[in-house]
């Protein structure tokens, strides 16, 4: 039984998402990191490689160990994708049993000061491949995560442990990692999150939080589930950013509407108004289409598995249909401006033509006057 099991060994990975620009111009920056840096490759070595692939991979740049404090060193990782989106990758090693790695976990979940640490590595290195980075922002859209990679269960007797050996013996451990709670959970929430783990074969598992994930794997078959969840939450973090950009435009929609809702005269710049916005709205559908295209799973259940898993845990259909419906809404807007434009003209059409006779009329009353 596992109630015996000695030893954990595996490593914690802290994943910081940035939005830090419009675009990063990917073919410029591995111009800039020179060997540095090359695109994300191989990562799905063994479940159907060939039918799991990115449009347009991102770029990892590996740097030197980072010091968080305390002495610990650990590995570091950036990541750039071509929508702007950065992700720094803190690697924690671990070796203990579950109280021991739970007690780590809780650490490295509740440390408050990674995070602005993380924030400066991304900044510097930001600052580094500038001419990179398209329109950069100051005010950075931010998403964590954090994912505990169990490379090796071993039991008593020195045999690697299966993955219903571990959801049967120690599933409160395992969402414990997955809630980042330090304490047990109800049985109820426990059966709830661990009802939709995932295994490929009997000694993998992966089991995915909206905060955290656990994922029992060789490190690189894992890799691959990294990957797939970072992607899942890359997309989290740009269809928060197009929601709010989609929020501000509507307002300065209303806001225009509402400066030209009297004046007549106003009205006229309306087709100006609507084409811009609405050439943004376009510029947004096209976007978050591409975003949807990034990565493609084809007839490859396992990994579209995961990552349909990923997306419900981490509310990136909520994100996406509600950027679906405030496009819905700037479409019908933009229809609106348009027809308001139309009766403005047509008013003011026919308000030319009554002049233009009005004026007959007189110009022709004035000549019967002259000639009487």
Known sequence: MLKDLVLLRGCFRLLFLYDVAEAIDLRRLRELLGPRGGPVKGVFPRRTPEYVRFEEAPIIEHIEPVNLGAGQRVACSLKYYSFAVLVVQLEVPFEGEWSAVLAQASRWMDAAEIDSHAREIGRRHVEQVAPAIIHPTQDWLYESYFITSLEQVVKPGGEAAKAAELLADHASEIVQLVRGEFTPLAPKTTAEIL??????????????????????????????????????KMQLLEFRYYDGLMTRLLSDVYDALEAKRNLLLQRWSLPRDAQRFNTIRLDVMELTERIDNAIKFVSDVYYARVYRLAAARLGVSEYRNLVDEKLRTMGELYDFMVDQFNESRSFVLELAVAVMALLDVILFAILLAKGG
């Open 195 to 232: 009802e939709t783990s995932v295994s490929y074969y009997p000694t993998d598992l992966v089991v995915v939080g909206s905060t955290a994930a656990l994922i029992y794997d060789r490190a690189e078959d894992a890799a691959a589930t990294f990957q797939v969840i970072e992607y899942a």
